[in-house]
């Protein structure tokens, strides 16, 4: 019986995607920042290839101290995402064998235009043996992020980025919500921010759409028991 009614829901929520009473998905977006701390010899990079990255190849050049509004996603479409710096203080690596882990701020910055209590991913790519703090709704705390870095991107997690899953952002005051990123002994090179939800994009129903799922699903159960009765002897 389960069998029979999983194809039928399936056809159902077919049928109702087809009449319009289902919405459109509710798809996740990744913003990729590149931190700039040695500019001009600075590229900014390029590629499909952090930890969060799905087909896009867009990463946010932003220089150490210059504060960047309208941050693109990784298709290169404009969001309402900005880094805004406390602080900041270029740094370079010379050990880095791309153009993501070269440079960055040992300094202070918040992404912020994010939505209060929805949940998010974020990943910040370190210098070696970085201790970052990361504040978000629960507060400040303090994380070694990074260890001796590979180098070799998506790179591994405690050696080239730290990871904060499901994390909600901040209120920072004035009605903005967002996460502030502070190295506390050592330099970030780049941040991954995946939201909302960080989830798998499912379809949504309308309220007519649930309304007419409800009264067919009852009516395929019903249908199912009496196919599942023995017939009389």
């Not at 001009?40 to 990079?45: L, R, V």
């Not at 990463?59 to 504060?67: C, H, I, M, R, S």
């Not at 404009?78 to 740094?91: E, H, K, M, P, R």
């Not at 991107?153 to 730290?162: I, K, R």
Request: charged share 15%; hydrophobic share 40%; aromatic share 8%.
């Amino acid at each position: 019986m389960t069998k029979s009614l999983s194809a039928v829901r399936l056809a159902i929520l077919s049928g109702l995607i087809g009449m319009g009473l289902v919405g459109a998905p509710v798809s996740a977006e990744v913003v990729n920042i590149d931190i700039e701390g040695d500019p001009p010899n600075d590229t900014t990079h390029s590629g499909a290839d952090g930890v969060l990255s799905g087909s896009g190849s867009v990463w946010n050049g932003v220089e150490a101290g210059v504060d960047a509004f309208d941050l693109q996603n990784e298709s290169g479409s404009t969001t309402g995402y900005d880094l805004v710096f406390t602080s900041a203080n270029g740094i370079a690596d010379g050990s880095s064998t791309n153009d993501l882990q070269d440079s960055g701020t040992s300094g202070s910055f918040s992404v912020v235009g994010l939505s209060d209590g929805v949940e998010y991913d974020v990943v910040v790519y370190a210098f070696p043996f970085s201790l970052i703090g990361f504040t978000d709704s629960t507060g400040a705390t303090g994380v070694l992020c990074s260890m001796s870095p590979t180098y070799v991107l998506p790179g591994t997690q405690g050696s080239d980025y730290c990871l904060f899953e499901d994390v909600m952002p901040a209120d920072l005051g004035g009605d903005v919500f967002g996460f502030t990123i502070a190295g506390v002994d050592g330099a970030m090179t780049g941040v991954q921010l995946l939201g909302p939800g960080g989830g798998v994009a499912v379809p949504a129903l309308t309220p007519t759409g649930s309304f007419a799922l409800a009264l067919v699903l009852a009516c395929a159960a019903g249908y199912a028991v009496r196919r599942a009765r023995p017939e009389p002897v």
